[in-house]
């Protein structure tokens, strides 16, 4: 999941010495993900599957699932989830419900082009493309 940078500023500025400040950041942060009707658990485990927010790659143990050139392709259970039509469907019912601005859409949108050029989703893929649109 590619992190917006309006959300790592935010963080960031969580550790300000001003307490207004920090609570500010921390209380956008948290409208940020409401608008993308997302929990902090969930995002953060969201997060935990990418590469771009966690340690640099030289210092990072190679998962079993991840191949010889860093792109995981399937997730640590190994399901692949392809049935196009069940799939084609989540993402129209899901893209229906999401604000063209929000940043969640950012994540529609990064997960439907994963799923144009790859023919599948891994398992988190899919269950977060899945309770977007059933909810």
Do not use: C
């Not at 500010?24 to 990418?50: D, I, M, P, Q």
């Not at 010889?68 to 129209?92: Q, W």
């Amino acid at each position: 999941m590619q992190v917006p940078v309006k959300f790592i500023k935010l963080m960031m500025m969580t550790t300000s010495n001003s307490d207004g400040e920090a609570l500010t950041a921390l209380r956008k942060a948290n409208a940020l993900l409401a608008e993308a009707n997302v929990n902090w658990e969930e995002f953060l485990k969201l997060v935990g599957t990418s590469n771009a927010v966690t340690a640099p790659k030289s210092k990072q143990p190679t998962p079993p699932w991840e191949d010889g050139d860093g792109f995981h392709n399937v997730g640590p259970s190994g399901i692949k989830y392809t049935d196009a039509d069940e799939i084609n469907a989540l993402f129209e019912k899901a893209f229906a419900k999401t604000r063209p601005t929000s940043s969640f859409r950012e994540f529609l949108e990064s997960v439907h082009g994963w799923w144009e050029a790859n023919g599948f989703l891994t398992e988190k893929q899919y269950f977060a493309i899945r309770k977007s649109a059933l909810r």
